[in-house]
């Protein structure tokens, strides 16, 4: 390449052999990127400004008017406004170890989903919601996909079945606009839906036994849940669904199980819970009476994740509340244990937790003392976040409790929580 001077002063060519390149050698202009002209404030201080920000804040504002007057008020919001701070509603399960491990309770106007191995109790937690739903006078919708509705038992759990509005379509697609119509209705506060295994596609039904049918459910789910995502939103219903497990064939490491209906549900579940079934229950005469149910939040978008929570099932009235509020009262500090005896306010009200959960149960005065005390401080942790028992100063301690059934653990330090899990069976929880 040869350089040669081509004028005299200011600039200089580059003789390339393909083109000349001139150069300048005035000052080198500023590198700094200039806004376009309508996105740049003018001036340097003082009234321009001023007058620069008016212009732009009149500017946002007539957008945001007219937004509103095309899509509708709330469609955008401010994160300084009140409305926009707000947060997210709750109501309980009806097991306060589980509302302890949610921070609060289900979210309102959320989906949830619920899954777990057969016979883990996923039935018997949803009924539980609805009948505390029922209890403040909201309205329930449960579409028994299964066709397994029991009224009798869902007495004994506490749902007013002449309530109960119940939903049995023969198809999935049936079935989901039935619950994006009642979830849009703004009149209904929770849809169960049970279960999203038994939500059968129309294909599948008019088409003959063992023809593959790859991916309906799947489709159907997604396309589904797109438009009943923002609908519960908006309308303020929740939208539980319960779901069954299936072994991914040929997997080898890691954990095999996977819920059915596709993906989509993971992703627009703001709670997952995965309900195990930990230990058969058995009374003096060594005959069954319940189960012990161990839940786990693998999900929860409006509190932290990974918490646990243990209840009892009992086979003839549903989840034992006593010993679940006895559990938590004792986590809380609302009730005290000194060695066997338990103490409400300096007064012994039973030896043992086994006897101490019957006192409860014939005492419905002091079970209420102490529910409304627990709620209480539930909704104060539920305001201020739900703090990891991992900085509670007597651990062992909490790790007795939770041997015993009683209350919420978080995961081991170290690790993930959902890794901690993989590789093992049904059968290890």
């Known amino acids: 390449m040869r350089v040669q001077s081509a004028a005299s002063g200011s600039q200089r060519a580059v003789h390339t052999g393909v083109g000349i390149f001139r150069f300048s050698s005035h000052k080198k202009r500023s590198s700094r990127a200039r806004l376009p002209g309508p996105c740049r404030a003018k001036g340097k201080g003082g009234k321009s400004d001023d007058a620069a920000w008016q212009a732009r804040k009149g500017a946002l504002d007539a957008v945001m008017k007219d937004i509103e007057k095309q899509y509708g008020k709330g469609i955008v919001q401010v994160l300084g406004d009140e409305a926009a701070q707000a947060k997210v509603a709750m109501f309980p399960t009806g097991v306060h170890t589980l509302d302890l491990a949610l921070g609060g309770g289900i979210p309102k106007g959320r989906i949830v989903e619920v899954y777990g191995p057969e016979s883990s109790g996923k039935t018997t937690?949803?009924?539980?919601?609805?009948?505390?739903?029922?209890?403040?006078?909201?309205?329930?919708?449960?579409?028994?996909?299964?066709?397994?509705?029991?009224?009798v038992y869902s007495q004994k759990v506490g749902v007013d079945i002449e309530k109960l509005i119940i939903v049995q379509a023969e198809?999935?697609?049936?079935?989901?606009?039935?619950?994006?119509?009642?979830?849009?209705?703004?009149?209904?506060?929770?849809?169960?839906?049970?279960?999203?295994?038994?939500?059968?596609?129309?294909?599948?039904?008019?088409?003959?036994?063992?023809?593959?049918?790859?991916?309906?459910?799947?489709?159907?789910?997604?396309?589904?849940?797109r438009r009943l995502n923002a609908n519960a939103s908006k309308c303020n219903c929740t939208v539980v669904f319960l779901n069954q497990l299936r072994q991914k064939v040929g997997v080898i490491f890691g954990n095999p199980e996977i819920?059915?209906?596709?993906?989509?549900?993971?992703?627009?579940?703001?709670?997952?819970?995965?309900?195990?079934?930990?230990?058969?229950?058995?009374?003096?005469?060594?005959?069954?009476?319940?189960?012990?149910?161990?839940?786990?939040?693998?999900?929860?978008?409006?509190?932290?994740?990974?918490?646990?929570?243990?209840?009892?099932?009992?086979?003839?009235?549903?989840?034992?509340?006593?010993?679940?509020?006895?559990?938590?009262?004792?986590?809380?500090?609302?009730?005290?244990?000194?060695?066997?005896?338990?103490?409400?306010?300096?007064?012994?009200?039973?030896?043992?937790?086994?006897?101490?959960?019957?006192?409860?149960?014939?005492?419905?005065?002091?079970?209420?003392?102490?529910?409304?005390?627990?709620?209480?401080?539930?909704?104060?942790?539920?305001?201020?976040?739900v703090p990891s028992l991992e900085n509670v100063a007597d651990q062992q301690h909490q790790e007795s409790l939770f041997e015993d059934g009683a209350g919420i653990r978080s995961w081991s330090e170290g690790g993930d929580p959902v890794e901690d899990l993989a590789g093992q069976s049904s059968s290890s929880y």
Not at 140 to 147: N, Q, R, S, T
Not at 296 to 324: C, H, L
Request: proline share 2%; charged share 30%; no cysteine.
């Open 259 to 385: 819920t059915s209906g596709g993906n989509a549900l993971k992703f627009y579940s703001s709670v997952r819970l995965d309900i195990r079934r930990k230990e058969t229950l058995r009374d003096s005469k060594n005959e069954e009476k319940g189960i012990k149910v161990r839940v786990k939040v693998t999900k929860n978008k409006v509190a932290p994740p990974y918490k646990i929570g243990v209840f009892d099932i009992m086979f003839d009235r549903g989840i034992n509340k006593e010993a679940s509020l006895l559990d938590v009262a004792e986590e809380l500090e609302v009730v005290e244990k000194k060695g066997s005896w338990y103490s409400l306010d300096g007064t012994n009200i039973g030896q043992g937790r086994e006897n101490t959960v019957q006192y409860l149960l014939e005492n419905k005065g002091v079970y209420k003392a102490i529910e409304e005390t627990v709620s209480l401080k539930l909704s104060e942790r539920a305001a201020g976040g």
């Open 125 to 151: 937690l949803a009924m539980h919601a609805i009948a505390e739903v029922q209890r403040t006078g909201g309205t329930a919708v449960l579409v028994d996909a299964e066709h397994a509705f029991d009224p």
């Open 171 to 225: 198809a999935a697609e049936e079935a989901l606009e039935v619950v994006d119509k009642f979830a849009r209705s703004h009149a209904v506060d929770i849809i169960v839906i049970d279960s999203v295994a038994a939500l059968v596609p129309k294909a599948e039904i008019e088409g003959e036994m063992g023809s593959p049918q790859i991916g309906l459910q799947a489709r159907l789910m997604s396309q589904a849940l």
